[in-house]
């Protein structure tokens, strides 16, 4: 069994900045990286961005690049979520996932797809106000 958990949300204004972290327990070495998604009010899940361990791979979303970062440490099966310039469609509820499916080592593209994570977490709130 693995555990998921996931911190730092909060309420910033649009430009500010977010740091969320995560971290996989339990049976931790059997997953294959950690992945971030989000869920805006009304709509459905999105995937934001991932890692995967074996070669320190991310796979991110359009909206990720050049705002949001991810880092991680695999011993410690930890990751990070910088986000910077935050904006309003922004605000959604983020939860961290890990996936322990060999698919996601043949092929990174595998890590956008919220059906390969098992474990998730709660979730954390960010909201971004104008």
């Known amino acids: 069994q693995v555990q998921v958990a996931e911190s730092g949300g909060g309420s910033v204004q649009a430009g500010g900045s977010l740091r969320l972290s995560c971290t996989a327990s339990?049976?931790?070495?059997?997953?294959?990286?950690l992945g971030w998604f989000r869920r805006a009010p009304g709509k459905e899940r999105e995937f934001v961005v991932a890692?995967?361990?074996?070669?320190?791979?991310?796979v991110s979303a359009d909206f990720v690049k050049g705002r949001f970062t991810i880092s991680g440490d695999n011993a410690k099966k930890t990751v990070s979520l910088q986000m910077n310039n935050l904006q309003p469609e922004d605000t959604a509820v983020y939860y961290c996932?890990?996936?322990?499916?060999?698919?996601?080592?043949?092929?990174?593209?595998?890590?956008?797809?919220?059906?390969?994570?098992?474990?998730w977490g709660q979730g954390t709130q960010v909201t971004v106000s104008s």
């Open positions: 996932a890990a996936t322990t499916v060999a698919s996601v080592l043949r092929e990174s593209a595998y890590l956008r797809v919220p059906e390969r994570y098992r474990y």
């Open positions: 890692l995967r361990w074996s070669d320190g791979s991310t």
């Open positions: 339990g049976r931790s070495s059997s997953t294959h990286g």
